[in-house]
Structure formats: structure tokens, C-alpha cells
């Protein structure tokens, strides 16, 4: 009993809530490296699902192979739902067909879809295998829908009740349903052409009279998702209207299925990932558990782009290398403000790529953050274009030089602001994803804005 409290407490100990500590870890490992399966059983006992995916995810491949073939069928369906789809099929691909079958007959549907919709084919019909005849059916209908669509996200296990029941009869049809799902949070009214016409949650279910119409408790806010919708966009209806669950609609307007919020919020959680991915160049599929070659392959591309970039800004200092070298302090001012400009296009950009994932950046508001943004950049160049004056005067005793890099502080920073939203914006409109190719362009611009602001200036001025 003291084993498991400790494991219990060290994922809460020293490396934060919710995490597993790697004395813990330590513990699993040895288990594994002895081969004693009680122990290794006794370990994984109190460990949540995700948790258990987690520490898959964290240790080496082969480490992975023994704890694996070692837990064997204590292995649950829900560990692999929650597993990474980096090391997803790899795992499934060390399971026993026992084992595999028995954990995916105990997954709701779009729990299946999503694990088999990226695998192999003979991965993928040894799953559909170990499933029911009707439940293999409804996963197969799931996968012909477009990849990334409601249909794909949608569980066809769904709770419904024609409109014109009353309280009495849902709950006398609740109590004697033997195939629930295991979880679900309203029942959706139907009426005779199965077109869903409201959601009643189980609170208010079981908190009515029995003679209750089911259509007098219905939610004020009810949303049919259509079975080709983005899933981008039903997440963002999710968040957006506070939703528990939706029902999901075929072309003829026909309930086909369900989505819970615990879906939608995963592919929001997926999509804030992915631009956080996009955004620092390292590509939207980037793991912790990628291999060297891998990692390398996503990250290149990126980094040529940033090289032709470099070459850019490069060709601009090459046009004034006659005052570079005849002014030094030219050459070890002017990557301040290029960096400066950087930094704060960078700034204006990530909250513009946020803004446009969240349909918060619209015609109606653009042109007041714009002005938002220039502003920013005006009032933030003062600020340093003060700083950086003294900066030059005291550091090179030339009130000329101060000048210069204040100017071109100034100018940068206001164009930083207004390409940061304004760049976006445009890929957006020209249908290319601002989360993938903004950086670059506001780099490009800002670099060669600065230096040619400051070295242009310096040869006005100073020459």
C-alpha cells in the first residue's frame, strides 16, 4: 500500500502537478529490467491512462518493447487513444492480437477511427477485426468521410428520444438500454424523419417531474454540426458557444452521431500546437520521440528559408560597405535594430496568427488593430530610439550617430508592428496559412527595413 502512495505522490512531487515523477519512472523501469510482472503491475495500477501514454512516449524504444511485451494484458484500449501517433503504431505493432483486440472492443467509435485512420492497411483490418459486425461497420462509414472533418471526429454511439416523450418514458428507456455509452451528457430529441430538433441534458432530466415533455426542457442553445464541417470549425463552435456535445447531421439532415467536448477540445488543443509549431519553423509533426534524421528533415526546409532571408539583409549592408568601412560603429549598431524590429514584428505577428485562429481578426475590427499595432510601434521606437541615442552619444561621443540609430529605431519598430498584422492577414486572404509562412516575410521585412533605415541615414548624415 506504501509503494503505490508513493508513486501516487511523486507525480506531484518534484517535477510539477500532473507529472510523473522520475523516481517513479526509475521503479517501472527496474520492474521491467527484472522481469518481475507482479511488480510492474502493482507500479502501472494507479496510473490514469494518459499518464501510463506519457511515460511510453518518454522512454527509449527498446525500454518501451520490454514494459510492453512484460504488461502484455493488463495493456487498456484507452492508453492507446491517448498515445502520441508518433510511437502509436509502433506500439500497436508490439501488442499481442489477443491483447490489441480485447483493449479496441472497449473504445467508443471515435476513439477507433482515430487510431486506425493513419495505419497501415494490415494494421488497420487486424483492428476492424477484433470488432463487432455493426461496430466495424459504422467505423468503415466514419472513414470514408474527409480526413480532418466532423465525420471523422463524431462517435455514432448517441442517445436519442422522440420528441414527444415525456420525462417518465426517457428514464424508463434509460434504465433499460443495455448498449449506453459510457459516457454521454444530454439525450438528443429526434423527430420522425430523425432530424435532431433540441438536446436535454441529464441534470434536468433527472431533476423534472415525470410527466414532463422532453420538448419543454430542451438546451436554449443547440448546434447541429454537418457531417463534412471542418474540425477546426467545430471546435471553435464548441468554444465559442460553450458546448457539451453536439449532434452531427448527414446531407439530408439525419442525426449519424455525436461529438463530445472532450473531442473538440482535443483538436483545439491540436491546432494552438501546430501553430506554436508553425510559427518557430520546426514543422506542424514535430515530437519529442523523433529521431535525429527525422527532427533534421522537418527543421531544414525552415532554416533554408531563413538563410535565402539572411542573404536578403545581406545584400542591403552590401550596398553600403563604403560607409561600413568607414564608420566601424555602423557595423556594431546596426544588428540592434534589426534585432529590435525583429523582436517586435514577432510580437505583433503571434497575436495577429492567435487572433485569426480564433476568428477574433475580422473585416469589421483590422484596420483599428492595425492603427493599434503602428502605434505600438511608434510609441515603443520613441522609447528606445531615446535609449539608443545616449547609447551613441556616450558610447561614441557622436550626437550624429545617436540620431541615426534613434531615427531608424523608430522607423523600424512602426513597420515591425504593421507587417506583423498586416502580413498574415494577407496570406490568409491569399488562402496560405499565416501560422506557416508569416515569420519569415516579417523577418525579411524588418531586417531589410532596418538596415536600410540605419546605414541609409548613417550616409546621409554622417558622410
Same mark, same amino acid.
Request: hydrophobic share 50%; aromatic share 6%.
Given at each position: 500500500m506504501?509503494e503505490e ?12 502537478a500532473?507529472?510523473l515523477?522520475?523516481?517513479a519512472?526509475?521503479?517501472? +523501469?527496474?520492474?521491467?529490467?527484472i522481469e ?9 495500477e494507479?496510473?490514469h491512462?494518459?499518464d501510463?501514454?506519457d ?7 527498446f525500454?518501451?518493447?520490454?514494459l ?8 487498456d484500449?484507452d492508453i492507446?487513444?491517448e ?6 503504431e509502433?506500439v500497436i505493432?508490439?501488442?499481442n492480437p489477443?491483447?490489441?483486440a480485447?483493449?479496441?472492443?472497449d473504445?467508443d467509435?471515435?476513439?477507433?477511427v ?6 497501415d492497411?494490415p494494421?488497420?483490418?487486424a ?12 467505423v ?11 465525420g471523422?471526429l463524431?462517435q455514432?454511439e448517441v ?16 434504465? *433499460?438500454s %443495455?448498449d449506453?455509452?459510457e459516457?454521454?451528457? @444530454? ?5 420522425p ?5 433540441? $438536446? &436535454?441534458?441529464l441534470?434536468? +432530466? ?12 430542451? %438546451?436554449?442553445?443547440?448546434h447541429v454540426?454537418p457531417v463534412d464541417?471542418? %474540425?477546426?470549425? &467545430?471546435?471553435?463552435a464548441?468554444?465559442?458557444? @460553450?458546448?457539451i ?12 452521431? &455525436? ?11 491540436d491546432? @494552438?500546437?501546430?501553430d ?15 529521431n535525429?534524421f ?5 527543421r531544414?526546409p525552415?532554416l533554408?528559408? *531563413?538563410?535565402?532571408t ?5 545584400l542591403v549592408i552590401?550596398?553600403?560597405? %563604403?560607409?561600413?568601412?568607414?564608420? &566601424? ?9 534589426a534585432?529590435?524590429g525583429?523582436?517586435a514584428?514577432?510580437?505583433a505577428?503571434?497575436v ?9 481578426l475580422t473585416?469589421?475590427?483590422?484596420w483599428?488593430v ?5 502605434l505600438?510601434g511608434?510609441? $515603443?521606437?520613441?522609447a528606445?530610439?531615446?535609449?539608443m541615442?545616449?547609447?551613441? +552619444?556616450?558610447?561614441?561621443g557622436?550626437?550624429a550617430?545617436g ?8 522607423? *523600424?519598430?512602426?513597420v515591425a508592428?504593421?507587417a506583423?498584422i498586416?502580413i498574415p492577414?494577407?496570406?490568409?486572404k ?5 501560422a506557416?509562412?508569416?515569420g ?5 521585412v524588418?531586417?531589410?527595413?532596418g ?5 541609409g541615414?548613417a550616409v546621409?548624415?554622417?558622410?
Amino acid at each position: 500500500m506504501s509503494e503505490e502512495i508513493d508513486i501516487v505522490d511523486a507525480e506531484t512531487e518534484d517535477s510539477g502537478a500532473y507529472t510523473l515523477d522520475r523516481r517513479a519512472v526509475a521503479a517501472i +523501469l527496474y520492474a521491467v529490467d527484472i522481469e518481475d510482472r507482479a511488480k510492474l503491475v502493482e507500479l502501472m495500477e494507479p496510473l490514469h491512462p494518459a499518464d501510463i501514454a506519457d511515460l511510453l512516449e518518454q522512454i527509449n524504444a527498446f525500454d518501451r518493447m520490454r514494459l510492453i511485451r512484460l504488461y502484455d494484458r493488463e495493456f487498456d484500449g484507452d492508453i492507446l487513444s491517448e498515445l502520441d501517433e508518433s510511437i502509436r503504431e509502433e506500439v500497436i505493432g508490439l501488442l499481442n492480437p489477443e491483447v490489441l483486440a480485447e483493449a479496441v472492443r472497449d473504445l467508443d467509435s471515435d476513439d477507433v477511427v482515430d487510431l486506425v485512420e493513419d495505419l497501415d492497411e494490415p494494421q488497420k483490418e487486424a483492428i476492424l477485426g477484433a470488432l463487432g459486425d455493426s461496430d466495424r461497420a459504422a467505423v468503415r462509414q466514419s472513414l470514408t468521410y474527409p480526413e480532418y472533418s466532423a465525420g471523422r471526429l463524431m462517435q455514432r454511439e448517441v442517445v436519442m428520444a422522440p420528441e414527444h416523450w415525456n420525462v417518465g418514458e426517457a428514464i424508463d428507456f434509460l434504465r *433499460n438500454s %443495455e448498449d449506453l455509452p459510457e459516457q454521454f451528457y @444530454h439525450i438528443v430529441l429526434v423527430d420522425p424523419k430523425l432530424h435532431p430538433v433540441g $438536446n &436535454v441534458t441529464l441534470g434536468k +432530466l433527472m431533476s423534472s417531474r415525470r410527466e414532463v415533455l422532453l420538448k419543454s426542457i430542451v %438546451e436554449d442553445t443547440f448546434h447541429v454540426i454537418p457531417v463534412d464541417q471542418y %474540425e477546426g470549425d &467545430v471546435a471553435y463552435a464548441f468554444n465559442q458557444y @460553450h458546448l457539451i456535445s453536439a449532434p452531427v447531421v448527414d446531407e439530408n439532415d439525419r442525426l449519424i452521431g &455525436v461529438i463530445t467536448i472532450d473531442d473538440a477540445m482535443a483538436v483545439l488543443d491540436d491546432e @494552438h500546437e501546430e501553430d506554436i509549431l508553425r510559427l518557430a519553423g520546426v514543422g506542424e509533426e514535430s515530437r519529442l520521440s523523433d529521431n535525429t534524421f527525422e527532427t533534421t528533415k522537418q527543421r531544414f526546409p525552415w532554416l533554408a528559408v *531563413n538563410l535565402v532571408t539572411a542573404v536578403l539583409a545581406s545584400l542591403v549592408i552590401a550596398q553600403f560597405e %563604403e560607409a561600413i568601412a568607414q564608420i &566601424v560603429a555602423l557595423a556594431v549598431l546596426m544588428p540592434i535594430v534589426a534585432s529590435m524590429g525583429g523582436n517586435a514584428g514577432t510580437q505583433a505577428l503571434t497575436v495577429a496568427v492567435r487572433a485569426l485562429a480564433t476568428k477574433d481578426l475580422t473585416g469589421s475590427n483590422l484596420w483599428r488593430v492595425i492603427r493599434r499595432e503602428v502605434l505600438v510601434g511608434l510609441v $515603443n521606437g520613441l522609447a528606445f530610439a531615446v535609449i539608443m541615442g545616449l547609447v551613441g +552619444l556616450i558610447w561614441f561621443g557622436s550626437p550624429a550617430l545617436g540620431g541615426v540609430i534613434a531615427a531608424a529605431m523608430v522607423v *523600424n519598430l512602426v513597420v515591425a508592428g504593421l507587417a506583423g498584422i498586416a502580413i498574415p492577414v494577407a496570406l490568409e486572404k491569399l488562402g496560405v496559412d499565416p501560422a506557416l509562412a508569416s515569420g519569415a516575410f516579417v523577418t525579411t521585412v524588418t531586417d531589410v527595413v532596418g538596415f536600410f533605415a540605419f546605414l541609409g541615414l548613417a550616409v546621409v548624415v554622417l558622410l
